[in-house]
């Protein structure tokens, strides 16, 4: 579409070229024909006097010329001849085209992808109608984003700022269609929530606020088109069928539009269905306790009018008054505002500062190009001193001559620009497709737009100019009378040239982006390698809910027990161990955690918060987390006995300050259940690889059952055919129950995701550092000894040393090197701290780090250096002085 | 064509703008008023008229439209601008000053040294 406009307007102007040559045409014609009326009068024949006016008039063609040139109608045609004089010039020197567009190529290239991550995820507004006025609410000091349902309607009905308030939550169910139930995320959201976003159905009708009649009363399906489209083929028929959610039957109401995909930019969900049947969905409805406040994700649009500002004074006087008359639940009812897409601040500002940094390199690596094109073609203007030199003094304008030059470099940016552009199109069409992980719905929807392109061509224009400008006080200063006399070769300065600095300037940029990436990779080496709190290694998993195939109450322990049995009793299975929701997924799961003296048992009077897991007795032994000090559980305690909990080192010394005191000791929880410690465990990680010791509690499942299972099978047998023989063993116990199968070394992934991704883009940003300071210590020095060549043969005709012509030849290139690469490491060190906030353990300070960024540096400066060093050992002294 | 004054570089616009002073033209008639006024002492090489009438087009010192000639024949004729007006007077002034400058200086004699 781009290239059509393009060759419209190019077209167009070669119209409008023709248009004008032919009204001087016209002219012309008619000035011949009045001269020939006036000669006709003086009496000669028709024929002849036409002859004659044409003679008179003269060189038709120069005059046509001359009038074109003086309409101002020449600029594409100067510019065209200009283009065709580059590209044969271009073409002549083949290497340095072949290196100038690649390297602008990558550059452009990188800039293009993390600008389109930048668009796609924070520019970007989300496909809903006025996203702009569009907000979700976070709470307290933590900017939590979840709330309870109480809490919500009071919002909703309480503030006088929102046009609507709408809630939604993400859930995991069983989808039966009539054959068997497979695995969905879908969104349980409030009534209103269509109407609230302003959202009109594709197909069928939306469900309403006029819908919920109290709990389970609206058994109802809206489903995404996506869906529609992968799962039902877009029949049009779907509208009205009934389908089964976790065993209980919804109607399918209708189809979304299709560019809306829900209000996460991360998660696109199957389906809608509305909160109220919470009980049918997950197994137990929490929709009446305040007090579960890890519930909801609460938007809606201001209205017209009203500014963030009053919105939240109108929001934080709703939180006081909910502070005081229920404070028991709520405490720290103050509020934050932010755009929905990344749920809120919580991924937002992470993602912000990951790619705010991303760009910043993307910058560097733009830079480090233009220093590394700008000494090519400063090098290339004094190779052609002696044709500009001449062409000065044959009257040519300088302005012409540097128009010629700038062409020659805005073409290879375009070139480079454009090729870079379509291989990050390419790529970003590559990510928005990719599902990095197995079993979660996530999605990196960044699907290249027109700003995507915009911005990589101008960038390459700019950088065009930018490099093209460096050769410009060359030619400005070029003496004609002085360049022919002594020729190009005597200008070898010893002073520092801009070249020299550029040079400098851009192994310094590379030495950054290499220390950031080596940053990086160590990071994640580390992480990879940290004390998890569990063994990944040789343990399978399986994922279900018992709630998806209808098991609640006191079906859930039993069932329970029963997968259990039935897992250990596969030969070649060590333990079986069970655990409501695994470390390390997606966060944890907290409860506020009170000392056994406190009586009032509101949020604010918590000791502290504690991660909760539910689990088996087997559970430790399975996943082979150590014991420090007391017990694990034991099927006894179950609902008849005293509750108990094992917690790790960071929860015991936090509440007790030593491991030895917290055994025996006793705490309450917020519902006042008081629990005594019977164990110690070793502390691990539970919400992400970076955080600080967290402590965590594990209660016996039988005291707090969840129908959320993951079974940890510890085997040492080959993974493949215990993944078959679990399956197997599942389905003989409810071929009904959907589950995933996942080995936990995989499952890991999604907690190893955001630092792999940064550690991946990193070192890519690395690698392309690299390549840039290899071509532009290479080009430097390929130059230098190029340029030199003959006083090198004159040194190895003397009787030289090898070492002696080596310095001679790239001693100016290792000292560029070494002094970019010490700038560009003491930079890249201030800049790591920037990288600590993605990836776990960065610390620049690390001598493997640095020292790894010198020898990288140094290797590469051999790499690129190598090939000129030979020629300049290979110098034939004879062979050199008969040249001249 | 001896007989016939060389223009001077320069003058051949200030010309165009004088005789179209006088009342719209077209290309030919400008060619004929130059030599009518000039009492047929200057006169324009055809060719260069063109590009000179173009560059004051488009320096916006003359607008053009096409009309017909008395003739019958299709032709573009010239007009002043408000802004070609006050070239012309301008250029007439240099003009003058700098004949009557030449004038002076070529008409001193060795005593008035």
């Known amino acids: 579409m781009k290239l059509q406009a393009y060759f419209r307007s190019v077209s167009g102007k070669f119209l409008r070229h023709s248009q004008t040559t032919d009204e001087v045409d016209e002219e012309v014609r008619s000035h011949i024909a009045l001269r020939a009326d006036d000669l006709e009068r003086t009496g000669l024949s028709r024929a002849e006097a036409e002859r004659r006016a044409r003679i008179e008039f003269g060189g038709q063609e120069k005059c046509k010329d001359e009038s074109y040139q003086a309409l101002g109608g020449n600029f594409l045609e100067t510019l065209m001849q200009d283009i065709r004089v580059s590209v044969r010039g271009l073409r002549k020197s083949k290497g340095f085209t072949f290196a100038a567009v690649a390297t602008l190529t990558l550059a452009i290239g990188a800039n293009a992808v993390v600008f389109g991550l930048l668009n796609a995820l924070i520019i970007r507004p989300l496909t809903v109608p006025h996203p702009e006025s569009l907000y979700g609410l976070e709470r307290g000091n933590d900017k939590a984003i979840n709330h309870s349902y109480p809490?919500?309607?009071?919002?909703?009905?309480?503030?006088?700022?929102?046009?609507?308030?709408?809630?939604?939550?993400?859930?995991?169910?069983?989808?039966?269609?009539?054959?068997?139930?497979?695995s969905s995320w879908i969104l349980e959201v409030t009534g209103n929530y269509f109407d609230a976003l302003d959202i009109h159905p594709y197909l069928g009708r939306f469900f309403h606020a006029a819908d919920e009649h109290g709990p389970n009363s609206a058994p109802y399906i809206v489903l995404t088109y996506a869906f529609w489209h992968s799962r039902f083929q877009e029949d049009r028929n779907v509208v009205g069928r009934v389908v089964q959610v976790n065993k209980h039957p919804f109607t399918?109401?209708?189809?979304?539009?299709?560019?809306?995909?829900?209000?996460?930019?991360?998660?696109?969900?199957?389906?809608?269905?509305?909160?109220?049947?919470?009980?049918?969905?997950?197994?137990?409805s929490v929709l009446t306790e305040r007090s579960n406040r890890d519930l909801l994700m609460v938007l809606g649009h201001l209205k017209p009018g009203v500014t963030k500002k009053q919105a939240l004074a109108d929001l934080n006087s709703v939180g006081s008054y909910l502070e005081r008359t229920y404070p028991k639940d709520d405490a720290n009812m103050h509020f934050a505002l932010a755009h929905p897409g990344l749920a809120g601040d919580?991924?937002?500002?992470?993602?912000?500062?990951?790619?705010?940094?991303?760009?910043?390199?993307?910058?560097?690596?733009?830079?480090?190009?233009?220093?590394?094109?700008?000494?090519?073609?400063?090098?290339?203007?004094?190779?052609?001193?002696?044709?500009v030199a001449l062409r000065l003094a044959l009257g040519s304008s300088r302005r012409r001559i540097l128009r010629g030059l700038f062409t020659e470099a805005v073409l290879i940016s375009l070139v480079g620009g454009t090729i870079g552009l379509l291989g990050s199109v390419v790529l970003l069409r590559r990510l928005s497709m990719w599902q990095p992980l197995p079993t979660a719905p996530l999605t990196i929807p960044v699907n290249p737009d027109v700003n995507v392109y915009i911005v990589a061509l101008l960038l390459a224009l700019a950088s065009g100019f930018l490099f093209g400008a460096v050769p410009v006080r060359q030619v400005l200063?070029?003496?004609?009378?002085?360049?022919?006399?002594?020729?190009?070769?005597?200008?070898?300065?010893?002073?520092?040239?801009?070249?020299?600095?550029?040079?400098?300037?851009?192994?310094?940029?590379?030495?950054?982006?290499?220390?950031?990436?080596?940053?990086?990779v160590r990071g994640l080496m580390r992480s990879l390698h940290s004390n998890f709190g569990f063994e990944p290694r040789n343990a399978l998993l399986v994922e279900t809910a018992l709630n998806t195939a209808g098991y609640s109450g006191d079906a859930v322990p039993v069932m329970q027990k029963r997968?259990?049995?039935?897992?250990?009793?596969?030969?070649?299975?060590?333990?079986?161990?069970?655990?409501?929701?695994?470390?390390?997924?997606?966060?944890?799961?907290?409860?506020?955690?009170?000392?056994?003296?406190?009586?009032?048992?509101?949020?604010?009077?918590?000791?502290?918060?504690?991660?909760?897991?539910?689990?088996?007795?087997?559970?430790?032994?399975?996943?082979?987390?150590?014991?420090?000090?007391g017990r694990a559980f034991s099927w006894h305690d179950d609902k008849n006995s005293p509750r108990v909990a094992v917690v790790n080192r960071e929860f015991a010394r936090k509440i007790f300050g030593s491991e030895r005191s917290a055994i025996g000791g006793f705490y309450k929880l917020h519902d006042g259940a008081r629990l005594q410690i019977v164990g110690i465990v070793e502390d691990g990680k539970y919400g992400t690889l970076a955080e600080d010791p967290t402590p965590a509690m594990f209660l016996p499942m039988q005291q707090s059952p969840s129908s959320l299972v993951t079974l940890v099978v510890r085997s040492g047998r080959d993974p493949e055919q215990l993944t078959e023989a679990v399956r197997a063993a599942m389905r003989d116990v409810d071929a009904g129950l959907p589950f995933t199968t996942a080995l936990w070394t995989h499952e890991l992934d999604s907690a190893l995701f955001p630092s792999r991704m940064a550690t991946m883009s990193l070192g890519v940003m690395g690698l392309m550092g690299a390549m840039l300071a290899v071509t532009?210590?290479?080009?430097?020095?390929?130059?230098?000894?190029?340029?030199?060549?003959?006083?090198?043969?004159?040194?190895?005709?003397?009787?030289?040393?090898?070492?002696?012509?080596?310095?001679?030849?790239?001693?100016?290139?290792?000292?560029?090197?070494?002094?970019?690469?010490?700038?560009?490491?003491?930079?890249?060190?201030?800049?790591?701290?920037?990288l600590a906030f993605i990836v776990y353990q960065a610390t620049p300070r690390d001598p493997v780090v640095l020292g790894g960024v010198a020898l990288a540096m140094a290797l590469l400066g051999l790499l690129a250096t190598w090939i000129p060093a030979q020629r300049a050992l290979s110098v034939n002294p004879m062979m050199l002085l008969r040249e001249e | 064509m001896t007989d016939q004054a060389q223009i001077l570089p320069g003058t051949l616009d200030l010309l165009i703008l004088k005789s179209v002073s006088l009342g719209p033209l077209h290309g030919y008639g400008v060619l004929l008023r130059i030599a009518q006024i000039s009492a047929q002492a200057l006169l324009i090489e055809q060719g260069a008229l063109y590009p000179a009438l173009f560059r004051l087009?488009?320096?916006?010192?003359?607008?053009?439209?096409?009309?017909?000639?008395?003739?019958?024949?299709?032709?573009?004729?010239?007009?002043?601008?408000?802004?070609?007006?006050?070239?012309?007077?301008?250029?007439?002034?240099?003009?003058?000053?700098?004949?009557?400058?030449m004038g002076t200086a070529l008409a001193t004699q060795p005593e008035e040294i």
């Open chain 1, 252 to 284: 399918i109401l209708g189809v979304a539009p299709p560019e809306f995909r829900g209000t996460l930019l991360f998660v696109f969900p199957d389906f809608w269905v509305p909160l109220v049947n919470q009980e049918q969905i997950e197994g137990t």
């Open chain 1, 563 to 629: 997968l259990i049995d039935a897992l250990q009793s596969i030969p070649g299975v060590d333990t079986v161990g069970l655990v409501d929701r695994l470390p390390l997924y997606y966060g944890f799961t907290g409860s506020n955690v009170f000392s056994d003296q406190t009586t009032d048992l509101k949020p604010s009077n918590a000791a502290f918060q504690a991660a909760t897991y539910n689990i088996s007795p087997e559970y430790f032994a399975a996943a082979q987390t150590t014991m420090l000090a």
């Open chain 1, 776 to 834: 532009g210590i290479f080009g430097m020095a390929a130059y230098s000894v190029s340029k030199r060549l003959r006083e090198l043969g004159i040194r190895v005709a003397l009787g030289g040393q090898r070492w002696e012509v080596l310095q001679a030849a790239l001693g100016r290139a290792f000292k560029l090197l070494a002094f970019g690469s010490a700038a560009g490491l003491i930079l890249g060190v201030l800049a790591s701290r920037v």
């Open chain 1, 151 to 182: 809490d919500y309607l009071d919002f909703r009905d309480r503030n006088r700022s929102f046009a609507d308030l709408a809630a939604y939550n993400v859930v995991g169910v069983g989808l039966d269609t009539g054959d068997q139930a497979v």
């Open chain 1, 477 to 520: 200063r070029t003496n004609p009378y002085e360049v022919v006399k002594a020729g190009s070769s005597g200008r070898m300065g010893r002073r520092i040239t801009v070249r020299d600095i550029l040079l400098a300037g851009q192994i310094a940029i590379c030495a950054v982006l290499v220390t950031s990436s080596l940053v990086a």
């Open chain 2, 57 to 101: 087009v488009r320096q916006g010192l003359l607008k053009a439209s096409w009309g017909t000639s008395e003739n019958n024949r299709r032709a573009k004729f010239y007009e002043l601008t408000a802004a070609g007006r006050k070239r012309l007077r301008e250029e007439t002034e240099g003009w003058n000053r700098l004949a009557a400058a």
């Open chain 1, 346 to 387: 919580w991924m937002g500002d992470p993602v912000r500062g990951f790619l705010a940094g991303l760009m910043l390199l993307a910058g560097l690596i733009l830079l480090a190009a233009c220093a590394n094109l700008g000494s090519l073609f400063a090098a290339r203007a004094a190779d052609r001193a002696r044709e």
